[in-house]
T-cell receptor, first 116, second 113 residues
Framework: AQSVTQLGSHVSVSEGALVLLRCNYS??????LFWYVQYPNQGLQLLLK??????LVKGINGFEAEFKKSETSFHLTKPSAHMSDAAEYFC??????????????FGKGTLLTVNP | NAGVMQNPRHLVRRRGQEARLRCSPV?????VYWYRQLPEEGLKFMVY????????ESGMPKERFSAEFPKEGPSILRIQQVVRGDSAAYFC???????????FGPGTRLTVL
């Protein structure tokens, strides 16, 4: 069974500082990996996804994530935080192949606070 | 271009009552997924439906829970005889095809008293 661990349920950064949100996964084979963001009173929005090829994935709003197989990690980063980045971020995995890649498994989420 | 709509956004039920959660997918999307987020947990897959068909319900509790996606109208997640342990946020997602990105609604937060 696949699982996702997000280290830190709450991360606080200053505006302009580096954002680093951690995600580790457990899977017998490298899965598909996703980061979603949820703003207050809205649905989850896809930030980026890793399916194959390039291990550094660029997403929307200046975010990127790097797939590291040796560390089973998919950490999300942004060089400079903006106030509008304050939201809850979810890391997710889905199986690669086997016809069930629609089954997303999510971490518990990390609430990002950006201080002025 | 409306996204996934869910209603109600908040639902309060007493133990033993029925809960009906509605999901209108993105226009043109024929694949619908339901997820549940229990307190302090991540979202967990419940069921995958296409129009008039349940494709995969492996994540659904065996009793009291059912889902449908009729030819016309929204997808419905129905919970009969609710218990306190059903209190959670229920999210619906839709996609245009099986391989496509899933777009999520804002969720329905169910509280069972």
């Amino acid at each position: 069974a696949q699982s996702v661990t997000q280290l830190g349920s709450h991360v606080s950064v200053s505006e302009g500082a580096l954002v680093l949100l951690r995600c580790n996964y457990s899977s017998s084979v490298p899965p598909y990996l996703f980061w979603y963001v949820q703003y207050p009173n809205q649905g989850l929005q896809l930030l980026l996804k890793y399916t194959s090829a390039a291990t550094l994935v660029k997403g929307i709003n200046g975010f990127e994530a790097e797939f590291k197989k040796s560390e089973t990690s998919f950490h999300l980063t942004k060089p400079s935080a903006h106030m509008s980045d304050a939201a809850e971020y979810f890391c997710a995995v889905s199986p690669r192949g086997g016809g069930s890649n629609y089954k997303l498994t999510f971490g518990k989420g990390t609430l990002l606070t950006v201080n002025p | 271009n409306a996204g996934v709509m869910q209603n109600p956004r908040h639902l309060v039920r007493r133990r033993g009552q029925e809960a009906r959660l509605r999901c209108s997918p993105v226009k043109g999307h024929s694949h619908v997924y339901w997820y549940r987020q229990l307190p302090e947990e991540g979202l967990k897959f419940m069921v995958y439906l296409q129009k008039e068909n349940i494709i995969d319900e492996s994540g659904m509790p065996k009793e009291r829970f059912s889902a449908e996606f009729p030819k016309e109208g929204p997808s419905i997640l129905r919970i009969q005889q609710v218990v306190r342990g059903d209190s959670a946020a229920y999210f619906c997602a839709s996609s245009q095809s099986l391989e496509d990105t899933q777009y999520f609604g804002p969720g329905t937060r169910l509280t069972v008293l």
